[in-house]
């Protein structure tokens, strides 16, 4: 199973994921993350204590972008350490998520690709 | 205790006491060995499939791989099986046989199940395909050295990959 813990910063949510993304719990990280970015503004997916992930987890990271879109909220990732990490430029998914690394950038890119929409609640 | 140069036929050095390797480590600079797992899917969840990758991992760091390489072998095997699981079995029951096979050099890993022929036999791609299938098979092609599909009699779908260790 995976853990989450969370930082609410603003109007952005951390969720520290710490764990092995697989078959099994890419579910429970498509849960959790939908959830976020359902009630937050924006959310910042720490990956850093992630240390497996495989192609579902990629499924589960890209079906949370698509409702986060939809919802009009940012998702940044922060990426986990090599070589977990290295899966991100192997499926090109910084063409469709943005993706810092460390919490610090991930907070620099929502502000300053934050829509405007974010400035007032839902 | 340092005589094993009859050991399956070949010169085995034997220094590890002195060098402070371990035994397993020096055994595997000269015998080529392999493994054959034979493992039974459960429709819930799939801790089986995590349990066999990390055997995988723990194979290719015993003799001597990097922890970067021995993750990349473990993602490849651990995509492996979920496709095994998922399109011969429909994430149901079924088995999976993995052989891992290290000839000093290479590893070299056949993941075969017994789920209905596959027709046409998918290839591994070589440029990345867009979302839908096909991603999980490129992923496999670019972590390892090697990866091909191979074509089997009767049933099931076999993949045989193979990756430099040292």
Known sequence: MLRFTVDETGRVKVLHVRGEVDITTAPQLNRELTNAVTNSHHVIADLTGVSYLDMSGIRALEAVQQVAHEQGRLLVLVAPPEPIGNVFGIVQLRRAIHIAKSQEEAFKIIKREGPPSSESPP | ??????????????????????????????????????????????????????????AAKTVGATDAVAYEIELAIGEALSNAWLHAYGGGIGIIELDAAFDGTFFTFTVHDQGAPVTPLPAIPRELPKKGQGRGLYLIGQLMDEAEVLKREGKGVALRLRKRVR
Do not use: H
């Open chain 2, 1 to 58: 205790m340092c005589d094993r140069s009859a050991f399956g036929g070949k010169q085995v050095r034997c220094n590890w006491q002195e060098s402070g390797a371990g035994p397993l480590a020096e055994l595997s600079d000269n015998l080529p060995w392999q493994i054959s797992l034979r493992l039974e899917t459960d429709p819930q969840e799939s801790d089986v499939l995590r349990a066999t990758r990390k055997i995988v991992y723990a």
